[in-house]
């Protein structure tokens, strides 16, 4: 038998998720507040598609046995978002943590009594009213577990995940590749949400040297940490993004133009750690850290 899926965090990335697996098996999706019965994906070729999925809040969820809970909420919300549902679950569920940053994938891979695997993907997606999801691009995403354990799981929902459409690799350097997404996160998201800028934007000036000082900050941060470089080097593989994404409204943005807490704390967190840890002098990391909390506290 083919194990349900519980989604735990209905913004875009979920609701992919969900409109994607539930055409093969059993999803219900739980948030903070219940969603309409059906949703509708757009495809990034235009394409409508309606299903109606079961959405439910955390008190009206019975006990959870047989199945996979992935954790789609933001990365502050993650633990509590667990912690609202973890006496329902069968201490050995496993659970799918899909977070930027880094942080919370060792938090909870420590506390779990199951096994903890944690997802990256470049899959492109936004929220657009109260039931629709837009597939904005095509993306690829990677799974696996921090210690490099519990392979045939990682393959398993590789599996399940490319066979709905969403191409998937089980891998077992995932610490590696959550790093470097964060190198890539940290490099584009603060200066675009500080300055209201699209992606591209940070090609010209006066955003470029600022991008560039950063890159030169996190080189040696990644070097101390044990993150190799990518293929391209650094600047190869931040640039690259910045042109994929020219267009796009970097989360963190969207998060200041909502309102919404941002991700500060999960993505220049772990590097200010870092640093701190390897005695690197990291300025231009400090600022954008301390001006988004700023900005944090005002929105408070
Ligand atoms: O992942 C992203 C984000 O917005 O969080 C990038 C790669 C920066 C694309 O916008």
Not at 12 to 27: D, E, F, K, T
Not at 56 to 64: I, N, Q, V
Not at 207 to 231: H, K
Request: some cysteine; proline content about 7%; glycine content about 8%.
């Amino acid at each position: 038998m083919s194990p349900s899926h519980l989604i735990v965090g209905p913004g875009a990335l979920g609701r992919l998720l969900a409109m994607h697996l539930a055409s093969h098996h059993s999803v219900r999706l739980l948030g903070r507040r219940p969603l309409p019965e059906t949703l509708t994906l757009v495809s990034p070729e235009g394409e409508r598609r309606q299903r109606a999925i079961p959405s439910l809040t955390a008190d009206r969820l019975e006990s959870w046995k047989l199945g996979v809970v992935h954790f789609t909420t933001k990365a502050y919300a993650t633990r509590g978002a667990l912690e609202a549902i973890a006496s329902r679950l069968d201490p050995q569920t496993p659970l799918i943590l899909w977070q930027n940053g880094y942080g919370v994938q060792e938090t909870l891979a420590r506390e779990w009594s199951g096994p903890v695997l944690c997802a990256s993907t470049t899959e492109g997606a936004y929220v657009s009213g109260k039931a629709d999801v837009v597939h904005a691009g095509h993306g690829q995403t990677v799974i696996g577990h921090l210690a490099g354990k519990h392979r045939a799981l990682a393959e398993a929902l590789a599996g399940t995940l490319s066979n709905v459409d969403l191409p998937c690799e089980a891998v077992n350097d995932i610490r590696v590749r959550l790093w470097r997404k964060l190198a890539v996160n940290a490099a584009i998201n603060p200066l675009a949400a500080r300055f209201r800028i699209r992606n591209g934007q940070l090609r010209d000036r006066p955003f470029r040297p600022r991008v560039e000082a950063i890159i030169a900050e996190l080189a040696p941060i990644m070097a101390a940490e044990g993150i190799p470089a990518p293929a391209g080097g650094w600047p190869g593989l931040i640039w690259g993004v910045v042109e994929q994404t020219a267009n796009n409204r970097a989360s963190m943005l969207q998060d200041v133009l909502a309102e919404r807490p941002t991700e500060h704390e999960a993505i220049l967190g772990p590097l200010l750690g870092a640093a701190e840890r390897h005695h690197l002098e990291i300025p231009m990391l400090e600022e954008q850290y301390h001006a988004l909390a700023k900005c944090q506290s005002q929105v408070q």
